[in-house]
């Protein structure tokens, strides 16, 4: 059962016994053939097809090389067709092939290669799965943590407006006095003396008390912001226009090269020009003299633009950088630290974000993301 056929053939290829008796006589395979299945003792295999019955049917050829044993050379007589080999003592070495058919072993491995693959597109899906799983977790949480920054950011800056709303009007009447005092005794004392230093150091020490107090209702005040539809280009050029001069007096290069396929965005420009004089300022002055700030700008996908500043300045230290936005926070010997926290403020009231890299003696790079369309933000 199983057995399609079964044939006896000489080293030449040609049947000496089949079991289809008309195949005998006739060549099973060519010598060329014979050569390459290279017969021998050992039982070797392969897959064929094979016609039967008008179709085609996968077969397992099985075929050995062997030697036939004579009984009858006593009686001086040889079966049909078992010839000898040159020494008439020797008989000459046949080949026996076998034909099984496959069609169930076929079957069978097809059903193992489906069920096979069924298993790892199960295994793909679940691993897909996973994956997106753990990607999606990842976002939650870290989405989770900049709402609550947010939120804590917020309740701070609420703490803050209170303070600064009852404060700002008892500070600022008095420092208009005293400034006008400094400048009353700066203007009655001989140039050059102590007590014309004094004074003028006491009208700059009340521009800087007034500038915090203006710079800090600036962060606690609700934003309001005067969306028109703007070309970044122009902001950028600008904005950098503004500090040349200043730049230009301590041997620092600005890069900014227009993107003409840049989109129009909706935001306020005089916000955002503000918001790229603070970086442009905190560069200035990071790198002190000879040096670059480098301005891009750049769409991110179909709904978002950045823009990036660079600097060759001397960089952030890596236990400053989580607090670089934070209110009061500068390294800055007369500085407010309040001007990064207005920035990332205005930022957010565009509904963007702004992040900043550095690595300490090699400048910092400000990465801003602002929406095409802006929605202003509470």
């Not at 040609?14 to 005998?24: D, E, F, L």
């Not at 070797?44 to 016609?51: G, P, Y």
């Amino acid at each position: 059962p199983g057995v399609l056929w079964f044939a006896v053939t000489d080293a030449q290829g040609v049947i000496i016994t089949h079991s289809n008796p008309g195949m005998v006589g006739k060549s099973l395979y060519s010598p060329s053939e014979m050569h390459q299945l290279n017969p021998g003792p050992q039982e070797r295999w392969r897959r064929v097809d094979v016609a039967a019955n008008g179709e085609t049917v996968p077969a397992l050829e099985i075929y050995r090389q062997f030697q036939p044993l004579f009984g009858m050379r006593g009686h001086g007589m040889r079966g049909h067709g078992m010839a000898r080999s040159a020494n008439d003592d020797e008989p000459a070495k046949q080949t026996i092939f076998i034909a099984f058919d496959a069609s169930e072993l076929a079957a069978t491995q097809a059903r193992e290669w489906r069920n096979t693959l069924i298993v790892l597109s199960a295994l793909a899906a679940v691993l897909l799965a996973t994956l997106l799983a753990f990607f999606w977790h990842q976002r939650y949480q870290r989405s989770h943590r900049e709402l609550l920054d947010a939120m804590k950011r917020k309740e701070k800056l609420v703490a803050m407006g209170h303070l600064a709303a009852g404060v700002a009007h008892e500070i600022r009447n008095p420092l208009s006095s005293i400034k006008g005092l400094a400048k009353y005794f700066a203007e009655r004392t001989p140039a050059g003396g102590e007590s014309h230093e004094l004074a003028q150091v006491m009208a700059k020490e009340a521009d800087r008390l007034n500038r915090v107090v203006s710079e800090l209702l600036e962060l606690v005040k609700p934003a309001h912001l005067t969306l028109q539809t703007v070309n970044l280009n122009d902001i950028i050029t600008h904005s950098l226009n503004l500090v040349s001069q200043d730049a230009q007096s301590r041997e620092i290069q600005l890069r900014f090269t227009a993107n003409e396929t840049l989109k129009r965005i909706q935001a306020d420009p005089d916000r955002l020009t503000q918001v790229l004089l603070n970086l442009y300022l905190n560069a200035i002055h990071a790198i002190g003299r000879q040096g670059t700030i480098s301005v891009e700008a750049k769409e991110s996908g179909t709904d978002r633009v950045i823009i990036t500043v660079t600097d060759s300045g001397k960089g952030i230290a890596p236990d400053q950088l989580e607090a670089i936005f934070t209110p009061y926070f500068t390294t800055k010997a007369d500085g407010t630290g309040l001007g990064l926290a207005v920035v990332q403020n205005i930022i957010e009231q565009h509904g963007g974000a702004i992040k900043v890299k550095s690595i300490e003696g090699k400048g910092a790079v400000f990465t801003i993301w602002l929406p095409v369309i802006a929605r202003q933000q509470d």
